[in-house]
């Protein structure tokens, strides 16, 4: 007699599936915005300016464990250049159009609306990038009703849109350099390839010199999640002469080990500690702040005109296609999902306002523009159709 498998609980089903880091990330959001109006708030805040080592509790996580989420980060953008969605021109031509369209939108939108203030111009970059992890959440929590062709195309989009924002802070959002630091920090780096270029494949003497290179970056000015991206590109992507999608070799082994503890641990752990405002004493018109608006319309208008007009003009030039069995339709709707940048907005935020009133515009405007785009998108998309796949469907045979 033949046993009948087993059925998961539905926890188990949860934790498998994509959604869950996202869902995790959103549950973090809220509850940090629950702590933050309650009466719990006062040790809520001073909890997050404890001094340790000699940083406090929010730096060791945005400085510390962040650096952790961007070298997975790293990790996944040198894959994918190499061995996956964008190892190709065909592959990678619709979400890299697509990203830097929603990437120049945003950023103009938002510099409309901060022109005449020189003080809050400088955060221009916090509507530019998408939250893969939000974003993929609720694309995850609507099933087959979206093809796995756009899933891709929004994974991809969201890698690229990281690049960007990894290049935007560490050309636009350096403070004053310590040379000596920077010094080190370069030898570090050379140290790194040298080991990729000898073919080292333990992944210990990696991030030795990792940590290494962390707290001398952190120490230069640059900001120091940068080392996390440096030490993943020197990380080597094949083991030996095997196949391409090797998962023995050293990226892929790093990359699975830290994908858990950045979905479940790193992302959420920012979340709370970053998403809590005190809506205390703030009234409606913080919501028509310059900051506020420029973040909020930013992310809700500009991420989903940049993607979806960007992409519109690629496949209509014949550059790329519209993805398999998707319909221009639920490609808005994606573009709106776009517009969640819940964990890099508030990052780049955070760097550039040292102000905590502006902060907390920061704060509002993603929240605002994240939960409309996340709001409007979804229902979009559980209301769309999927439509039957062209056969041969390539820029060449369209």
């Given at each position: 007699m033949l046993e009948r498998p087993r059925k998961l609980s539905v926890l188990r089903e949860l934790l498998d599936s994509g959604a869950a880091g996202g869902l995790l990330l959103m549950?973090?959001?809220?509850?940090?915005?629950?702590?933050?109006?309650?009466?719990?708030?006062?040790?809520?805040?001073?909890?997050?300016?404890?001094s340790f080592a000699g940083l406090d509790l929010l730096h060791w996580i945005n400085d510390g464990l962040m650096a952790i989420f961007f070298?997975?980060?790293?990790?996944?953008?040198?894959?994918?250049?190499?061995?996956?969605?964008?190892a190709t021109w065909s592959n990678r031509a619709l979400p890299c159009i697509a990203a830097a369209g929603g990437v120049v939108v945003p950023?103009?939108?938002?510099?409309?609306?901060?022109?005449?203030?020189?003080?809050?111009?400088r955060g221009w970059a916090i509507p530019t990038a998408t939250d893969i992890a939000f974003a993929l959440g609720v694309l995850?929590?609507?099933?087959?009703?979206?093809?796995?062709?756009?899933?891709?195309?929004?994974?991809?989009?969201?890698?690229?849109?990281?690049?960007?924002?990894?290049?935007?802070?560490?050309?636009?959002?350096?403070?004053?350099?310590?040379?000596?630091?920077?010094?080190?920090?370069?030898?570090?780096?050379?140290?790194?390839?040298?080991?990729?270029?000898?073919?080292?494949?333990?992944?210990?003497?990696?991030?030795?010199?990792?940590?290494?290179?962390?707290w001398l970056v952190l120490l230069s000015g640059v900001h120091a999640t940068i080392a996390g991206v440096v030490l993943a590109?020197?990380?080597?992507?094949?083991?030996s002469k095997a196949a391409p999608d090797d998962v023995t070799s050293p990226l892929h082994r790093l990359e699975h080990g830290l994908a858990p503890w950045v979905a479940f641990l790193v992302v959420p752990i920012f979340g709370f500690a970053n998403a809590g405002v005190s809506f205390a004493g703030m009234t409606a018109a913080v919501l028509f702040q310059p900051v506020t608006l420029g973040v909020a319309?930013?992310?809700?208008?500009?991420?989903?005109?940049?993607?979806?007009?960007?992409?519109?003009?690629?496949?209509?030039?014949?550059?790329?296609?519209?993805p398999v069995a998707a319909s221009w339709l639920q490609l808005y709707g994606v573009s709106l999902l776009c517009g969640i940048g819940f964990t890099m907005s508030l990052f780049i935020g955070l760097l550039a306002f040292k102000d905590a009133a502006l902060q907390d515009e920061v704060k509002v405007g993603v929240l605002v523009g994240s939960l409309v785009s996340a709001w409007l998108g979804a229902a979009l998309l559980s209301r769309s159709k999927k439509r039957l796949p062209v056969a041969a469907e390539t820029p060449q045979a369209r």
């Amino acid at each position: 007699m033949l046993e009948r498998p087993r059925k998961l609980s539905v926890l188990r089903e949860l934790l498998d599936s994509g959604a869950a880091g996202g869902l995790l990330l959103m549950a973090a959001a809220v509850l940090a915005l629950f702590v933050a109006n309650s009466p719990l708030a006062d040790n809520y805040f001073s909890a997050l300016h404890t001094s340790f080592a000699g940083l406090d509790l929010l730096h060791w996580i945005n400085d510390g464990l962040m650096a952790i989420f961007f070298l997975f980060v790293g990790l996944e953008i040198k894959r994918e250049f190499l061995d996956g969605q964008l190892a190709t021109w065909s592959n990678r031509a619709l979400p890299c159009i697509a990203a830097a369209g929603g990437v120049v939108v945003p950023a103009l939108i938002y510099a409309g609306l901060n022109a005449a203030s020189g003080d809050t111009l400088r955060g221009w970059a916090i509507p530019t990038a998408t939250d893969i992890a939000f974003a993929l959440g609720v694309l995850s929590l609507l099933g087959p009703r979206v093809p796995t062709s756009l899933k891709v195309f929004l994974a991809t989009l969201a890698i690229v849109d990281d690049l960007a924002a990894v290049l935007i802070i560490a050309v636009f959002y350096t403070a004053e350099l310590n040379v000596a630091a920077l010094a080190g920090a370069v030898i570090a780096s050379l140290l790194l390839v040298g080991l990729n270029r000898l073919k080292v494949t333990r992944l210990a003497p990696y991030l030795v010199l990792g940590l290494a290179l962390w707290w001398l970056v952190l120490l230069s000015g640059v900001h120091a999640t940068i080392a996390g991206v440096v030490l993943a590109m020197t990380i080597p992507l094949h083991a030996s002469k095997a196949a391409p999608d090797d998962v023995t070799s050293p990226l892929h082994r790093l990359e699975h080990g830290l994908a858990p503890w950045v979905a479940f641990l790193v992302v959420p752990i920012f979340g709370f500690a970053n998403a809590g405002v005190s809506f205390a004493g703030m009234t409606a018109a913080v919501l028509f702040q310059p900051v506020t608006l420029g973040v909020a319309l930013g992310l809700f208008l500009g991420k989903q005109a940049g993607v979806f007009l960007a992409a519109w003009l690629a496949i209509r030039l014949r550059i790329a296609c519209l993805p398999v069995a998707a319909s221009w339709l639920q490609l808005y709707g994606v573009s709106l999902l776009c517009g969640i940048g819940f964990t890099m907005s508030l990052f780049i935020g955070l760097l550039a306002f040292k102000d905590a009133a502006l902060q907390d515009e920061v704060k509002v405007g993603v929240l605002v523009g994240s939960l409309v785009s996340a709001w409007l998108g979804a229902a979009l998309l559980s209301r769309s159709k999927k439509r039957l796949p062209v056969a041969a469907e390539t820029p060449q045979a369209r």
